[in-house]
């Protein structure tokens, strides 16, 4: 075994994914979770930081051409891997480290490179014949100039169109959430919802377990955004010992209760129907019953406008919308 | 008692920084080998390229954090001796520090992504928070010792530590430390909801080269509260050289065990917690301070 080789292997030994989470998919991320804490990983939060993109569930075609973007993205060695049913989770993050390891096949795959920019230099030169509607497509590489609209304060100030989604870490599987912002601060917001895969029906996965688990995954999420990532890691535990079936304490919403920062920092963000972020974080630890999915996602577009991208996050993840809950269900299956 | 040591010392500063940093490093993910799996990691791993970005201010951004911390640790004294003992090194400190307030920005600027522009802007708000009592509490030791050469300060220890009568300003210097590291709570510019924020593009020796300054400006911070506050190499039985070492060591694992413990600050509440709460609090100490100086208390 060559030194490359066993460089590889001890650099690579745990793979660090990037989880896209498909419509129906949740079974499979749990799964997945789970067997990343056993190995001793962590996910990675952006593709710079990933080596694998892991698929858990089905992808839908929006969703698989997101991932086609993505997977282009990632650095050199890198695998990918779908995990459609929750007892292959093992056996995916294996095949994962068995590819990272394979020197040969990581040297045959192609390296992104960034679109040619030598050409837009050349379009600088002509700019007294065009018109506005072509100049707004760059001479920055093909990439539209930003438009300018009034903020709050009235002043003109660029403003951006970001995507939120499908593929973000913490993030309610199968929505994007279209923004424009002027800086960090959303004045728009549309809401989309990702097409399920063909064949992929509700209920969703968690109608069968019991009620504080789902409320625990959502908290995690929240937890985790917060920056408590040791408290999320115990929620997360938590959820799969319920999902196990056992019925462990509840000692989590008191200490959750008792971090007096925690409350601060989370007062009066993405005031919902009478509720704050913190006021739902109790909510979703005490196993409190969540408010219909398409109500939630009907509103998120007002909730979210005028909130800074970070404020924004905290209380989409407070909120927690199951988007598994709008899949079609298939009829004369009894409980899924 | 600090004297500056001779011009080979200059060659063992990246040897204590390198083991610093892989000190932290372990701490922080719970396992020995973990800064060489790390480091090789990221050596094996390809580079990220954008469209259209600054790449010099970029790899400027990316790379000035490692260098900023090799420059604070040019005044600390292991034990007895620093590399340069020079009469400003307090305000050598804080002037290596004020480097980031450019290197946090170019490094997100530098990629032309919109995450890496929200945290570069995310920093600067954090670090206008935290720049003054940083600054507060670098000048109480000072002033108490009368001098800023770290030498001074650290003899002016001789039978009471700082930290027991001026302990705001080390909490205020800590929260500093933690503010450029861009460490647990101060970490909103690398935020998680904005996909790593600043880092969003970091990939392969980019990234280690960035996480290594990281670790290494946490070391240096914690390096210097130790002749600053806690009496340097002062200490029985042991070697001044092996106190100061393990005081820094002690101070460095209670920093790096803060990460996933507390929430993280986002500018508008870090904003009023700085100005409202720990501004006045360390001008108080200053007056304490001042006050004990002048012989009034």
Redesign the interface.
Known sequence: MGLTQR??R????CPRPLLAVAPGGTACRLAVERELRAL?GRQA??A??A?TLLVCGSAGTELSEALDLIWS?L???KARVAVTSPEHAHDALAEARARLHDIHAQRGLP?????D?AMSMDMNMDMSGMDMEAMMMGP??G?PVARRAADRDGLMLDQ?Q?RLGPV???WPAGLVLSVTTQ??VIQQAEVEVLAAAPGVTGPSFWHGVHGSAAGLDGAARLL????????A?RARRLRDAIVDGQRPAGEMVRAVRG?R??R??LAGVGEYSGGDAWTRLLGLLDGAPRPDAGEVLAALPEVVTGLD???A??AVASLDPDLDELLPVRSGVAGG | MVESGPVWSAFLLPVVLAFLVAYASAVDSG?VLAP??EA??QV?????????PDTLLWRLGVGMPLVAAGLMLVVVPLGTWSVADNPVGVVWFNAADVLLWAAVWLAGWGANT?YGL?GG??FLAQALAYELPLMFGLAAPALASGSLRIGAVVAAQHGLWFVVWQPVALLAYLFGVLGFSLW??M??PL??????GV??????PD?LVWQAGRYALLAAGAAFAVPLFLGGGAGPLLPAWLWSLVKTLAVLTALVWL????????AD?LAELAWLVLVPLTLLQLLAVGLVEIGVI
């Open positions: 460089l590889v001890f650099a690579f030994s001793g939060r952006n710079a930081e080596d993205q650095p050199v060695p390296v992104d490179k960034p679109p920019t920055f590489g990439l951006w970001l973000l870490p913490d800086g960090d985790s955004l917060a920056g408590l990532g040791s408290t890691a971090s920062m925690l601060w920092l991208l970070a404020t996050r905290l | 396992s060489a799996r090789v990691r094996l791993r390809q580079t990220r390229a954008t469209v259209l919109h929200v802007y995310r647990g709570p970490s909103y935020g998680a909801d904005i996909a790593g880092a969003v593009e970091l990939a392969g990234r990460r996933a413990r507390v929430p993280t600050l986002r509440r």
